[in-house]
């Protein structure tokens, strides 16, 4: 259960696929995405509420990573738009902007970042240069403004302070001078999620963020994800830990053969007929009778038989 | 054995100009593939546009050398963007296929028939750097310490070619060592994380195959400059491999890597080319076991057999970090 009281804006809202949210960050509309006959993704209307942490779940193969990618610009759909809503520097308001057909690297400046299921440390650069690189509109990653030092020093400088003090958040500052490919897996994901927050983003999507992490870490995470609503931003992560979608998460939205078929607070999410038989099969708690199996291999049996005639 | 002279004539190849140019055309390479992991497989293709650049601006239509020289720049640009605009979107091995294909085009087209006015077909064009040696501050004599004496005419080649290989390196250790380095080299570890952080990837890739290539140009010139001639087959698909091994053996993503890596093969080779002569000739030790053009054969294959042992025993090569490499591994 999670240590703070449950958001009040989920009582306002319907538990049904694409309901409207009093504030959404990201609106999607009709987002369809085919790979050849398959539609991996195939998504009408979702919102995602503003500086609260959504869980995006489903069985594997339900479309999610497709989905992340979509919204990141790593992938161009077949149709569809998202708008995202960030909120103006001085926060009294917030504007309109259009992500679709955008690349990824403009989807991130625009302030919509995102981590990998499998982590991308970037192995032969120091932990350092890692969380530096992390830093956008720097003056010094011009060609020619990179041969005079003077120009980018003193950002340079502020880039690190900012480093540092995500470092000591994240309790990487003792490794700031190793390559980031000595780093443990947990420490990986540690150094990836402290990374993408040298982008300064208002949205940040975190696909499996615990896959992969020992238990201990695992709450070590949960915390920092928290610790992103605390600081106004908001969290969509895909995961298959249901504890920590329990602990950790605002609202759920369930995925699977590429559409949304569910959403929902998450012990509400739990009890649902539809996410049940998304995960477990329509008929996983009624046990075929030896009769029902007998009949169902008779048909089978006369359908080759009369394929065979055919032929 | 004359083991002096022996001695000279490694030193002679370990600073002369074909170490020189090989030393250029490896910054170039280390610049796509030690830094960004572009994999060029047509450096030789750069350095034959710079030549030609040079050669037909100054023979064919006869502009002052230093325009000559522009326009061997400008033609590497608009080769890079030819060669990257389709190709540095898709993965890697795209691009190595393009650049070594490119490359033969380029040498075929510049000894082809139909363009003899042009580019002078297979025997190329002389006598275009004359004002390069008109400059020349040396006044006629040798130059040089100990065993490596050459005349003015080199001294003056060498000067200016080894002078860029130290400006090309101050500005790579620059460039290395700045947010724009860090980009590049973000994009060789993983470019998809580069572009998860904002970083327009391609961008980055085509100013990097831009100045790879330029500075392949600049090896053409100082090849040309220093014959006073371009040809076609100067330009072949090994020029484009020996650079790689230069590069490979002197530690790839190394400021100092091509500089010590082109002195050392040269030197190498010319060891074991003396060593092999001084061996067969009549009053050596194994007199008429090889013929001449069987040494020429066989010093390649003891070149070869030592950068075997180099990339057992040191696969970092000389300058690399064996454990950064090994981080690969895991």
């Known amino acids: 259960m999670s240590d703070s009281l449950p958001p009040t804006w989920v009582d306002d809202v319907d538990a049904s696929p694409g309901s409207a949210k009093p504030d959404p960050v990201l609106t999607v509309d009709g987002v369809t995405r085919r790979f050849g006959g398959l539609t991996a993704v195939d998504v009408e209307h979702v919102e995602i509420q503003r500086g609260a942490i959504t869980a995006l779940i489903g069985p594997n193969g339900a479309g999610k990573t497709t989905f992340f990618n979509l919204l990141t610009g790593f992938d161009k759909p077949d149709a569809g738009s998202w708008v995202y809503r960030p909120l103006t520097a001085n926060g009294d308001g917030h504007r309109e902007q259009k992500l679709n057909h955008m690349g990824a690297h403009n989807v991130t400046r625009a302030g919509v970042v995102r981590t990998f299921q499998l982590t991308k440390a970037l192995s032969r650069l120091t932990v350092m240069d890692n969380m530096k690189l992390g830093a956008t509109g720097q003056s010094g990653e011009s060609m020619f403004k990179a041969l005079i030092r003077p120009l980018w020093r003193e950002q340079e400088r502020q880039i690190e302070k900012r480093a540092i003090s995500l470092l000591e958040r994240f309790k990487l500052i003792d490794k700031r001078d190793d390559w980031a490919g000595t780093l443990s897996g947990g420490q990986r994901k540690l150094l990836e999620m402290a990374r993408a927050l040298m982008v300064q983003p208002q949205v940040i999507m975190l696909d499996e963020p615990m896959a992969g992490v020992n238990p201990a870490l695992t709450q070590s995470l949960l915390v920092h994800v928290k610790e992103l609503r605390a600081d106004g931003m908001t969290v969509l992560f895909v995961e298959h830990d249901m504890d920590v979608v329990y602990d950790i998460s605002d609202w759920v939205i369930v995925m699977a053969e590429g559409a949304i078929i569910a959403e929902g607070v998450p012990h509400a999410i739990g009890q649902d007929r539809r996410v049940i038989d998304a995960y477990l099969g329509a008929h996983h708690d009624a046990p075929l009778t030896d009769e029902e199996e007998e009949r169902q291999f008779a048909e089978a049996q006369e359908v080759l038989e009369s394929e065979e005639q055919v032929q | 054995m004359n083991w002096e002279g022996i001695l000279g004539a490694a030193a002679r190849a370990a600073v002369g100009r074909d170490a020189v140019v090989f030393c250029l055309a490896a910054i170039g390479l280390n610049m796509h593939f030690g830094y960004t992991g572009l994999l060029n497989f047509g450096q030789a293709g750069f350095m034959a546009i710079g030549a030609y650049g040079l050669a037909v601006a100054v023979n064919t239509i006869g502009l002052p050398m230093w325009i000559g020289l522009i326009v061997g720049l400008a033609a590497a640009v608009v080769l890079a963007l030819l060669l990257g605009v389709p190709t540095l979107r898709l993965r890697a091995d795209y691009l190595a296929i393009v650049t070594i294909a490119a490359a033969e085009i380029l040498r075929l087209t510049f000894r082809s028939v139909a363009l003899r006015d042009v580019t002078g077909g297979s025997s190329g064009l002389t006598q275009f750097a004359r004002d390069f040696y008109t400059i020349n501050p040396y006044s006629s004599g040798t130059y040089g310490l100990w065993l490596v004496r050459v005349d003015e005419r080199v001294a003056w080649v060498l000067t200016v070619g080894w002078g860029l290989v130290i400006l090309l390196s101050l500005m790579m250790y620059l460039l290395m060592h700045s947010p724009w380095g860090r980009v590049i080299k973000s994009i060789r570890e993983d470019e998809d994380a580069a572009r998860s ?35 076609p087959d100067t330009y072949s698909t090994p020029v484009t491999f020996f650079a790689y091994v230069i590069l490979i053996l002197g530690g790839t993503a190394r400021i100092f890597g091509p500089i010590a890596g082109a002195m050392i093969f040269w030197a190498l080779l010319s060891l074991t080319n003396s060593v092999l002569r001084a061996a067969v000739a009549p009053d050596g030790p194994l007199p008429g076991l090889l013929s001449g053009t069987q040494i020429g054969q066989v010093r390649f294959v003891l070149v070869g057999v030592s950068l075997m042992l180099l990339m057992i025993f040191r696969p970092q090569g000389i300058f690399g970090d064996r454990k950064e490499l090994a981080l690969d591994e895991r």
Do not use: E
Not at chain 2, 219 to 226: C, L, M, Q, V
């Open chain 2, 197 to 231: 952080l904002g970083k327009n990837v391609y961008f980055y890739k085509m100013q990097s195959l831009i100045l790879g290539g330029v500075i392949g140009a600049i090896a053409g010139f100082i090849t040309s400059i220093s014959s006073q001639s371009v040809q």
